[in-house]
C-alpha cells in the first residue's frame, strides 16, 4: 500500500518538474522574440525636416452667408380695410412709395368733425375775450376755453395723421420678399403687411482665428467673391470686428458688400472674403503634419543626435499645409514631419533620405 502511494507520488512530482521545464523554456524563447523586436525597433525611420525662416504671405480666405444690410417686417398702424394692393411679391419699392390703401370713409368723417369742433372753439375764444373785458365772464372761463381748444388741435392732428396713414407706404427702399394680405383684407394695428428687403447692399459674417483678427481694423477693404457668380468682384469694407470670441477662438466680423445690379446676390447665399494683408517679417512655417494628434495639440518631435525630443511649440496662422510656429522652435533645428505615431520622448529614430 505505502509502495504504491509512493509510486504515484513520484509521478506527480515528475509531471510537475516536466511542466516547470516547459514553462521556463516558453519564457526564454519568448525573452529571446521580444529582444529581438526590441532590437529591431529600437531605431525608427522616420521623416524630418530642416527648419529656416521664411517671409510668408498672411493673406488668408473665410467663408460667410451674406444678409441685407436692411430688412423690415412691415406691420399696419391703422383698422380698415384694404381697397387697393398696389405690389406683389417681388417687387421693387422705393422708401416713401404708396404700396397699398385701406378705406378711409369713417377716418374722413372723424377728420371733419375734428376741425368743425376746433373751428366752433375758436369762435367760442373770440366771444369770451370780448366778454372778459365788460366783465361779463371770469379769467377762468376764458381759460378752460383755450384748454379745450388744444385738446381739439390734438384731435384733429390725431384724425389728420390716422387719414393719412390711410396710404400706406414702404418705409425703406426694396424688395417685397413676403405679402401677408390681399386686396380687401380688414386690418387692425400690428396686422403684418409686408416683408422689406432691402439688397442693394448686403453684408457678410465669417469668423476669423484669433491669430489673423488682430491684422484686421474696421473700414478696411476686402475683396468678395460669390461662388454663383464665378469671377465676380465685389467691394466689401470691414463694419464690425467682435470684441470677444467664441470657445475656438474665432471671432466674427462683418463685412458690408455693395450689390451689383447685373450679378445681383442674394440674402443667405455663400461668400468668400479674400483678406489682403502686408508681407509678414521672417518667421518659421513647419509642416502641418509635423504636429502631434493635429495642430491644436501645439506638440511636435525634434531630432536632436539621433534621439526624438518632444517640443511644446506655439501655432500661429495655418497657410495651406504650413503652419507658423510663434515660439518654441529655432532655426537650425529638425522637426520630424511622418513616422511619430510610433515615438516616444527618447526614442531613438533614424531619418530617410
Keep these: 500500500m505505502n509502495k504504491k502511494f509512493f509510486i504515484y507520488g513520484a509521478v506527480i512530482i515528475a509531471s510537475f518538474a516536466a511542466i516547470g521545464w516547459k514553462l521556463n523554456s516558453n519564457k526564454e524563447a519568448n525573452n529571446e522574440k521580444t529582444a529581438l523586436v526590441q532590437q529591431g525597433a529600437a531605431v525608427i525611420p522616420v521623416q524630418a ?7 510668408f504671405a498672411r493673406d488668408f480666405i473665410a467663408n460667410g452667408t451674406f444678409a441685407p444690410v436692411r430688412e423690415l417686417s412691415f406691420v399696419s398702424e391703422n383698422s380698415g380695410r384694404i381697397t387697393s394692393l398696389l405690389v406683389d411679391e417681388g417687387s421693387y419699392v422705393t ?22 369742433s ?8 373770440e366771444r369770451f ?20 381748444i388744444r385738446q381739439a388741435e390734438s384731435r384733429l392732428i390725431t384724425a389728420r395723421r390716422k387719414l393719412t396713414d390711410t396710404q400706406i407706404k414702404a418705409p425703406i427702399s426694396g424688395v417685397i420678399n413676403k405679402k401677408y394680405v390681399e386686396l380687401g383684407s380688414y386690418l387692425s394695428p400690428g396686422t403684418k403687411l409686408f416683408d422689406i428687403v432691402d439688397v442693394s447692399t448686403l453684408k457678410l459674417n465669417v469668423t476669423v482665428p484669433e491669430s489673423q483678427v488682430i491684422n484686421l481694423k474696421l473700414n478696411d477693404r476686402v475683396n468678395v467673391n460669390c461662388k454663383v457668380f464665378a469671377g465676380a468682384d465685389y467691394n466689401g469694407k470691414i463694419t464690425f470686428i467682435a470684441a470677444k470670441g467664441d470657445n475656438t477662438l474665432n471671432y466674427p466680423v462683418e463685412i458690408e458688400v455693395t450689390n451689383l445690379k447685373d450679378q445681383q446676390i442674394k440674402a443667405g447665399m455663400y461668400g468668400t472674403a479674400n483678406f489682403s494683408l502686408p508681407q509678414a517679417t521672417p518667421g518659421i512655417l513647419i509642416s ?8 491644436n495639440s501645439n506638440q511636435i518631435y525634434v531630432e536632436e543626435n539621433g534621439v526624438a525630443k518632444l517640443h511644446k511649440v506655439v501655432a500661429g496662422q495655418i ?3 504650413k503652419v507658423v510656429v510663434e515660439s518654441g522652435l529655432n532655426e537650425g533645428e529638425t522637426v520630424i514631419t511622418s513616422g511619430q505615431i510610433n515615438l516616444t520622448n527618447g526614442t531613438k529614430v533614424a531619418i530617410q533620405k
Design 319 to 321: 497657410i495651406g499645409d
Design 288 to 295: 502641418r503634419g509635423a504636429f502631434v494628434g493635429g495642430v
Design 129 to 148: 375775450e370780448s366778454a372778459l373785458q365788460t366783465g361779463g365772464i371770469t379769467q377762468k372761463q376764458l381759460d378752460d376755453v383755450n384748454f379745450q
Design 95 to 116: 422708401k416713401g412709395q404708396v404700396i397699398a390703401r385701406i378705406d378711409g370713409e369713417i377716418l374722413n368723417a372723424d377728420l371733419a368733425a375734428a376741425q368743425t
Design 49 to 55: 525636416e530642416k527648419v529656416t525662416k521664411t517671409t
Design 118 to 125: 376746433l373751428d366752433q372753439l375758436k369762435r367760442d375764444r
